[in-house]
């Protein structure tokens, strides 16, 4: 497979800003953005629960979360490793925190609940038409916990 370092670069921003966004709308309380950033017949593998199979599945996993949990995940080490002009594969690390909205907000933020998590994305995407990418596989999984 031979691809120009500029559409390389382009693909794998595009690979990145895709996990990210993800993250950001899980963290948003946003079930519909999340589900919109998988191919129709995107799957999604989470530690806790069923897969998760096409965007209603997914977007209905995330609308039953408890409405006080919140969560913020930082994503970082993403590594894009292109398959194809159209397919790559990204496997990012990912702590987690997570908080209840019950808890007061002060000068330093909540209190968190429980230690923070170490886990990975490991997200198989595809090249849309448009030029987008979206996620049509993620396995989420814990490595490690406090």
Known sequence: ??????????????????????????????PAGLA????????LHRPSGEPARGREAIEAAYRNRPAERLTRHLVVSTLVEMQSADTACALSRVLLWVGDAGDPAGP??????????????????RRQPDGSWLIEHRDASFEFHG
């Open 1 to 30: 497979m031979l691809i120009d370092e500029l559409t390389l670069l382009s693909a794998e921003a595009g690979c990145r800003r895709t996990v990210l966004r993800s993250a950001h709308c899980i963290d948003t309380t946003d």
């Open 36 to 43: 919109a950033l998988f191919t129709p017949d995107g799957e």
């Open 108 to 125: 330093q933020g909540r209190q968190r609940r429980g230690a923070p998590l170490l886990g990975k994305f490991a997200d198989r995407l």
